[in-house]
């Protein structure tokens, strides 16, 4: 078995912080300890920031909340419960955990600067209330807080505490890397690149941006907890203080978004750099801000991310590149490996009611943005197992009209029914449960990701595994990551992306991203598929050959295909019934030969162009 090199990496950096603190003097592994504890709340930031996508402002008032409400929970003197150590942690973080969701349940259909403010004025209000509370803080004397002896271990002096901290440090970095890896950290990722995409993938978003501020919450309250016993006497609020949001917030962004052991060494650089140049009197806010601004112009993936892409060219340089493999060649690819995958799939995708003859039915479907009608009454019915082809001038309503039968947009009235069942207010995230699944106009990859994470983003609906389970590694969730990873291997292969799947998605060419999304859809087990100009920006030989593994796939997997398509004699060829939109309304419905010669098309949108479909002349 290979062994793996991020493994290596952590527990290397782990020993040879053991191996520093045998020499190092008590006054520096204090400060080490304490970067340590601020690189553990700047791990909350990174899984809302660097995975979700969104700004918190309130890491710092958080923090401080869970130090003060864990001393005032442990001591025994001053007013204080005299809990157990640990019930005193587990309380004080359990209530930071609920103070980060209230604040993301206000969040939920909010986005960029509202959720700033709003996590700003949560951070004043903690500052105004809980940090003005005597009985918490003690004031300018602070109240005591002692070292606790666990498990027969003794923590009073800085060394048995650092070990302490470097292990509760090495047990949240293994929980958040497993979670990264798993099905509800791609998630969480699919949501902060792109909501519609994940919604379109069976990702309900507001979840996903609870869940981030719940680990954010987690990790301020662990950091919490460790720092009030760290300094004996909790730091003064004044550490904890909005200006100490900014410097929290600027340490996942300086150490990028890919390594969490980046942000335990930025944020114990930000303890370290001051204390060894005292002399320069170099403040803390001073070293955030220009490493802030370095990290913002290395951009979303920092300094590690900047670095890492760097060796990766110059690998690249020597590494020669595999032949070019056109969609023809894939087409005419080994049988019998092509059945193989297909079998895989096949087990892989939930059961495919074949009872139904209607795969959508649509009636009355009208919408208007202001006084302009996007949408006129719209009658659509797609039987179950054919490609359906929509075509239309642009501003004839194509988009618009896939936004509303995907759940993007709510019509203005109407009713939708996708095999039997009404789904016209369904969000788009329940109509995935029920077999839907879409790709966009623009590619929605994450260009920052790997193919194979890219595929696997898909798969997130199906992996039925609890995040505890992920987490912890449960049989059930290696069980079913296993599964998925089959599959996306399986749709690698049969849409010739398998030789790149450990490539970032941004670095394959135009074609080869529409397929990696194609590809993403399948993993989310569709019965009905809607593509919205899946060959736009490939040339027409490209757009043929793309055109034929739609097919092939739709006849392998059983799937039925509406597709919108500007390319008008790819859909004549191809599709089995074709419906053109002019001005949001239905201007024609019927199989291609009718569609080529109707006078109104013709007149609408075709031209005086003679389209026909293969075999056929008009």
Not at 308 to 326: N, S
Not at 356 to 366: F, K, M, N, P, V
Request: glycine share 10%.
């Amino acid at each position: 078995m290979p062994v793996n090199r991020g493994v290596l990496t952590y527990a290397g950096a782990a020993a040879l912080g053991v191996g520093w603190s045998l020499i190092a003097p008590n006054y520096w592994i204090f400060t080490v300890t304490s970067g340590i504890i601020l690189g553990i709340a700047g791990l909350g930031l990174l899984a809302i920031v660097g995975w979700g996508r969104e700004i918190s402002l309130m890491q710092a008032g958080l923090t401080g909340t869970a130090a003060y409400l864990t001393g005032y929970f442990y001591r025994s003197t001053e007013g204080g419960w005299g809990l157990p150590f640990v019930a005193a942690v587990g309380l004080a973080i359990l209530t930071v955990v609920a103070l980060s969701v209230i604040i993301s349940l206000a969040t939920a259909k909010l986005s960029g600067i509202y959720i700033i403010v709003l996590t700003l004025a949560f951070q004043f209000l903690i500052e105004r209330t809980v940090f003005v509370t005597r009985q918490l803080t003690g004031g300018i004397s602070a109240f005591k807080t002692p070292r606790p002896a666990l498990f027969g271990l003794n923590l009073e002096s800085d060394k048995a505490f650092f070990y302490f901290t470097l292990v509760v440090a090495a047990l949240l970095v293994a929980g958040m890397l497993r979670f990264r890896r798993s099905a509800f950290g791609r998630s969480l990722i699919f949501v902060g690149w792109d909501r519609k995409a994940a919604a379109a993938s069976g990702i309900a978003p507001w979840r996903y941006k609870i869940f981030a501020f719940a680990v954010a919450g987690f990790c301020a309250g662990v950091a919490g907890a460790l720092f009030a016993p760290l300094f004996r006497s909790p730091p003064l609020p004044l550490v904890f203080d909005s200006m100490n949001s900014l410097l929290y917030l600027s340490i996942p962004i300086v150490a990028g978004f890919e390594s969490l052991l980046a942000v335990l060494i930025v944020a114990v650089g930000y303890d370290v750099v001051p204390q060894g140049l005292e002399s320069l009197h170099i403040s803390p806010f001073i070293l955030a801000g220009l490493a802030l601004a370095f990290g913002t112009l290395a951009g979303p993936r920092g300094a590690t991310g900047a670095l890492k892409a760097m060796l990766v060219k110059g690998r690249k340089l020597f590494r020669q590149e595999p032949k070019e493999i056109v969609l023809d060649d894939v087409a005419d690819s080994d049988s019998e490996a092509r059945r193989a995958n297909l079998e895989v799939l096949e087990a892989y995708m939930p059961h495919r009611d074949k009872g139904s003859s209607h795969a959508l039915a649509c009636s009355g479907i009208s919408l208007a943005f202001g006084g302009l009608k996007a949408l006129d009454d719209v009658e659509l019915t797609v039987p179950s197992h054919q490609l359906v082809g929509l075509i239309g001038p642009n501003g004839a309503g194509k988009t618009t009209l896939l936004d509303v039968l995907n759940g993007l947009t709510n019509p203005d009235r109407g009713t939708i029914e996708s095999f039997g069942v009404d789904i016209t207010r369904q969000p788009a995230w329940g109509r995935a449960e029920l077999g839907m699944s879409r790709t966009f106009q623009a590619n929605r990859i994450v260009p920052d990701l790997t193919v194979g994470e890219n595929l696997l983003m898909g798969a997130s609906k199906l992996i039925k595994a609890s995040v505890i389970g992920s987490v912890v590694g449960s049989p059930k969730a290696r069980s079913e990551e296993a599964r998925a990873q089959q599959a996306a291997w399986a749709a690698a292969q049969l849409l010739d992306l398998d030789r790149w799947w450990g490539e970032l998605a941004g670095e394959l060419d135009f074609g080869a991203q529409r397929r990696v999304e194609i590809g993403r859809t399948l993993l989310s087990g569709p019965r009905l598929l809607l593509l919205d100009e899946p060959a736009a920006g490939l040339d027409s030989e490209e757009a043929d050959h793309l055109f034929d593994l739609i097919k092939r796939l739709k006849a392998d997997l059983g799937l039925t295909v509406v597709l919108i398509e500007h390319y008008v004699q790819a859909v004549l060829n191809h599709a089995d019934l074709i419906y053109v939109l002019d001005s949001g309304k239905v201007l024609a419905a019927g199989d291609p030969a009718a569609i080529a010669s109707d006078p109104q098309v013709r007149a609408a949108y075709l031209g005086s162009i003679d389209y026909a479909p293969m075999g056929e002349h008009v």
